[in-house]
């Protein structure tokens, strides 16, 4: 079956760095792109980027361009979200989600767990 | 930047029919995907490009999408449907763009 299993909490400290991974299995790896997204306490969720996971490219939404970098390890089937400079509120727990275009349009159907960031001095 | 909005919050009472709306420009025009979201968990998928459901999502819940609203309906209102709703679309400039998510509470 399809699984998405993440990486686990992370404590850190304002103006640090966070890498967090997504391990995917139970599908072919490179026919669905894998998306970010972040829900910081209360909040609904908000969508940071996407991964190629075919050619590794990726694209992000514009709030964190510059910030956050995702990358694909194809040897591993496993996806990773690193983030920089990391302030309070970035304090969320971190989603990544399997892309589903089949139908023709772009839907989440699988998600990891969820990994907590909390960025704290 | 497309915008989708959704009320804060939604009450029923068990048995009675839920209806949770997502609001957007000429949202009609695009497909429109619903999410649960149970507490401390991840969510799921229950209702994809406007009224259909993946395998496993009960008939209770259906989608509709007209004019500048989409709905998701929970038909019999159950205990265990008590959770976040977001709704979702993608769009061209935008691209992944989520609701602000509705609490449903089953009184």
């Known amino acids: 079956q399809v699984q998405l299993v993440q990486s686990g909490t992370e404590v850190k400290k304002p103006g640090a760095s966070v890498k967090v991974s997504c391990k995917t299995s139970?599908?072919?790896?490179?026919?669905?792109?894998i998306i970010w997204l972040r829900q910081a306490p209360g909040q609904g969720l908000e969508w940071m980027g996407w991964?190629?996971?075919?050619?590794?490219?990726?694209n992000y939404a514009e709030k964190f361009q510059g910030r956050v970098t995702m990358t694909t390890d194809t040897s591993t089937t496993t996806v990773y979200m690193e983030m920089t400079s990391l302030r309070s509120d970035d304090t969320a727990i971190y989603y990544c989600a399997r892309e589903n275009a089949e139908s023709g349009t772009y839907k989440c159907d699988h998600w990891g767990q969820g990994t907590q960031v909390i960025v704290s001095s | 930047s497309y915008v989708l909005t959704q009320a804060p919050s939604v009450s029923v009472a068990p048995g009675k029919t839920a209806r949770i709306t997502c609001g957007g420009n000429n949202i009609r025009s695009k497909s429109v995907h619903w999410y649960q979201q149970k507490p401390g968990q991840a969510p799921v998928l229950v209702v994809y490009d406007d009224s259909d459901r993946p395998s496993g999502i009960p008939e209770r819940f259906s989608g509709s999408n007209s004019g500048d609203t989409a709905t998701l309906t929970i038909t019999s209102v159950e205990a265990g449907d008590e959770a976040d709703y977001h709704c979702?679309?993608?769009?061209?400039?935008?691209?992944?763009?989520f609701g602000g998510g509705t609490k449903l509470t089953v009184l």
């Open positions: 139970g599908y072919t790896f490179s026919n669905h792109g």
């Open positions: 979702q679309v993608w769009d061209i400039n935008s691209h992944w763009v």
């Open positions: 991964s190629n996971t075919y050619s590794g490219h990726a």
